[in-house]
């Protein structure tokens, strides 16, 4: 590592670039996660008195979370403790911002917290960066109109205003898309509304909203479809109270230094404190399926929400199917699974990843494109996405030497920096700023390790 790239600590923006070095190893500590962030946020401000949240990922999109909570009247502080920051955020009746809300590139801050201003009967307007303007609000905006909000959009997309609706009627809605954004903001929203409000789940996605609504004090019904899915209800004008968060380690985020001491020969990585909530590790799942040396260690529950520190050994992998009644629970590893599966040895097959085509990028395009132009073999259809692996070590791995084109997309610019680390030559990408929207320590805790990685 030269001595330009060890000042790169936080996320670069412009060009950045990988390369391969030793093995990877030592112990790390995961990022806050994001979705809890967002959701400790949007509820204490909800709440009656003051919510204290510790471990918060103070990255972008969470920021952009509280001060969206500020600019509706929430008093929003941050504190320095021996142990770290903690977030004070005062809850209060919700007030008309002045200006529209500006997402930046959040598709979570934005839908929830429209579901949310819905409830709090405030009009408010969304705004948000290029990709977030690219992607469908239709999803949350459809539920909110069937409650009786006024809602403008631009062809289902951002900018969209919101008109405050004082006598929001609870819905009976059957989800259809898995997406735990869509249904959070249904949920918040019924906070607000005149009944019980029933959300038809038919594909089981992250329940961090119903945890955290249990923990504030509201009272939910959760009843199992009978199919795999699960009907959840929530009666309109319960108060929330005020209560600690303390933010367990992302497991989406962890997911980076675990592939990379995978792919990477002879490293051995620890991530400590790390969520392993049964519907947020299909990635964890899968790798173990590819024969991954990957181990949960000192298992834990922590403030309602298991926890353990993953540890990860360089492996020889094979290629498997993955099926796509796993996507729910790993839609934001795709990326990093497919530079792990450009390293097994055979076949990695991912079915039912429709959702892929309008995260922060078209993820399936972009993963194909990236992984063609560094030696990789990747085909797609329009929900799967077929990698070919090379085998790792001296005889396999990628070529590299190829400049990746990230679209604005976090996830696909670290994906692509770890299969750098592996590559017979650097693999650069466009720009790295975007990483700072989910992990701006990721340079550092990937240098730290031993990687060599940083802007150009
Ligand atoms: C999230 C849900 C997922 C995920 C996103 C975070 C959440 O999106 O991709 O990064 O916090 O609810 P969908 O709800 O669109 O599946």
Request: with cysteine; charged share 25%.
């Amino acid at each position: 590592m030269n001595a330009t790239k060890a000042r790169w600590r936080r996320a670069p923006s412009g060009r950045a670039d990988a390369r391969r070095t030793g093995p990877l190893t030592g112990v790390v500590t995961a990022p806050g996660d994001k979705s809890i962030s967002h959701r400790a946020l949007i509820l204490g401000a909800l709440a009656r008195g003051e919510t204290r949240i510790t471990g918060l990922l103070e990255a972008d999109d969470v920021l952009r979370t509280a001060a969206a909570m500020r600019a509706l009247g929430v008093g929003v502080e941050r504190d320095r403790s021996s142990s770290g920051a903690i977030w004070r955020v005062e809850g209060a009746a919700w007030a008309a911002p002045t200006r529209p809300l500006y997402f930046g590139n959040s598709g979570t801050g934005v839908r929830l917290i429209m579901g949310a201003a819905a409830g709090a009967h405030v009009a408010t307007s969304f705004e948000g960066d290029v990709s977030l303007r690219s992607r469908p609000m239709g999803r949350v905006l459809e539920p909110l109109r069937m409650m009786g909000v006024e809602a403008t959009d631009r062809d289902g997309r951002l900018p969209v205003d919101l008109e405050a609706c004082e006598d929001l009627k609870a819905i009976n809605v059957k989800l259809a898309t898995p997406s735990a954004q869509v249904k959070s903001a249904i949920l918040l929203a019924a906070l607000g509304a005149d009944g019980v409000t029933r959300v038809h789940e038919p594909e089981l996605c992250r329940d961090h909203t119903e945890r955290m609504l249990a923990a504030f004090g509201a009272s939910l019904s959760m009843t199992p479809d009978g199919e795999g899915g699960r009907f959840i209800e929530v009666a309109g004008g319960q108060p929330l109270n005020a209560c600690d968060v303390a933010v367990p380690g992302d497991p989406s985020s962890a997911a980076f230094p675990i592939a990379a001491a995978l792919i990477t020969e002879g490293s051995d990585v620890t991530v400590k404190g790390v969520l392993i909530n049964p519907l947020r590790i299909g990635f964890y799942e899968t790798l173990k399926e590819m024969g991954a040396d990957i181990s949960f260690e000192n298992e834990r529950d922590e403030n309602g929400e298991p926890v353990a520190d993953i540890r990860a050994r360089h492996s020889l992998l094979h290629g498997v199917e993955v099926p796509a009644s796993r996507a729910p629970s790993m839609i934001d590893e795709y990326p990093i699974l497919a530079i792990v599966a450009a390293h097994a040895h055979g076949e990695t097959m991912m079915r039912g990843l429709g959702e892929l085509r309008v995260k922060e990028s078209d993820r399936i395009a972009c993963v194909e494109a990236g992984l063609a132009a560094i030696g990789g073999d990747a085909a797609s259809g329009p929900d799967w996405l077929r990698v070919r692996g090379k085998g790792s070590g001296p005889k396999g791995g990628l070529k590299g030497g190829a400049l990746i084109k990230t679209h604005h997309d976090h996830r696909i610019a670290m994906s692509f920096l770890v299969a750098g680390l592996a590559s017979e030559k650097p693999v650069e990408i466009d720009d790295a700023s975007m990483i700072a929207t989910s992990f701006p320590e990721f340079f550092g805790l990937m240098m730290s390790l031993g990687g060599d990685m940083g802007a150009v």
